[in-house]
């Protein structure tokens, strides 16, 4: 389960409160947990396994984030705006999800000030992690990109070449070739 305590110590009053909303759901390897095309109403956290965050672009399945044990995965521009997204999420292997219904956290909030603190600073982790992943598709080369993931999880060799790819933004080709001059 996601430290709390790490990033924001709260009131037993709002981790009580935490608790009764939280569901645990399990998912089997590449289930779909939201459809592209559906708005998104609950905050994930995965407490093992990984997921993705994909769209389709001219007929071309696209992973845009990945997330490991211990992440948050959300639609921020669905959750927000209560808008559908063109965006879908999807488990990478077997999965295990704490879910929060975001209406209902986001009720807490009043209640909670220490609740609403540390759901804001997880979002503004969240957000800077969105940005380091927009600046390192501008300035870093596929290599780099692709030794950065590697760096960031052990599960890299349970995601398929093809969603690794899409993500670094290169063809399953060329990563390949970035994968055979690393050995």
Same mark, same amino acid.
């Given at each position: 389960?996601?430290?709390?305590?790490?990033? =924001? &110590?709260?009131?037993?009053?709002?981790?009580?409160?935490? %608790?009764?909303?939280?569901?645990? *759901?399990? =998912?089997? &390897?590449?289930?779909?947990?939201?459809?592209?095309?559906? +708005?998104?109403? @609950?905050? =994930? !956290?995965?407490?093992?396994?990984?997921?993705?965050?994909?769209? $389709?672009?001219?007929?071309?399945? !696209?992973?845009?984030?990945?997330?490991?044990?211990?992440?948050?995965?959300?639609?921020? *521009?669905?959750?927000?705006?209560?808008?559908?997204?063109? #965006?879908? !999420?999807?488990?990478?292997? /077997?999965?295990?999800?704490?879910?929060?219904?975001?209406?209902?956290?986001?009720?807490? $909030?009043?209640?909670?000030?220490?609740?609403?603190?540390?759901?804001?600073?997880?979002? *503004?982790?969240?957000?800077? %992690?969105?940005? &380091?992943?927009? *600046?390192?598709?501008?300035?870093?080369?596929? &290599?780099?990109?692709?030794?950065?993931?590697? %760096?960031? @999880?052990? $599960?890299?060799? #349970?995601?398929?070449?093809?969603? !690794?790819?899409? =993500?670094?933004?290169?063809?399953?080709? +060329?990563?390949?070739?970035? /994968? %055979?001059?690393?050995?």
């Amino acid at each position: 389960m996601m430290q709390f305590d790490n990033i =924001y &110590k709260i009131s037993d009053a709002a981790k009580e409160a935490l %608790n009764q909303l939280m569901r645990e *759901e399990v =998912y089997p &390897k590449n289930a779909l947990i939201q459809p592209v095309g559906s +708005s998104c109403r @609950t905050v =994930y !956290i995965i407490k093992k396994g990984s997921a993705r965050i994909f769209y $389709y672009k001219d007929g071309n399945d !696209i992973t845009e984030h990945f997330a490991f044990d211990n992440d948050m995965i959300v639609r921020a *521009e669905s959750l927000f705006t209560g808008q559908p997204t063109s #965006k879908g !999420i999807q488990t990478i292997d /077997r999965t295990e999800i704490i879910a929060l219904d975001a209406f209902k956290l986001f009720q807490l $909030y009043d209640q909670h000030h220490d609740l609403e603190r540390l759901f804001r600073l997880i979002f *503004e982790r969240e957000y800077v %992690n969105t940005v &380091k992943r927009l *600046e390192s598709l501008q300035f870093k080369s596929a &290599k780099e990109r692709y030794l950065d993931l590697l %760096n960031s @999880t052990d $599960y890299v060799q #349970k995601i398929p070449l093809k969603y !690794i790819a899409s =993500y670094l933004g290169i063809t399953q080709v +060329s990563l390949s070739r970035i /994968r %055979n001059r690393l050995l």
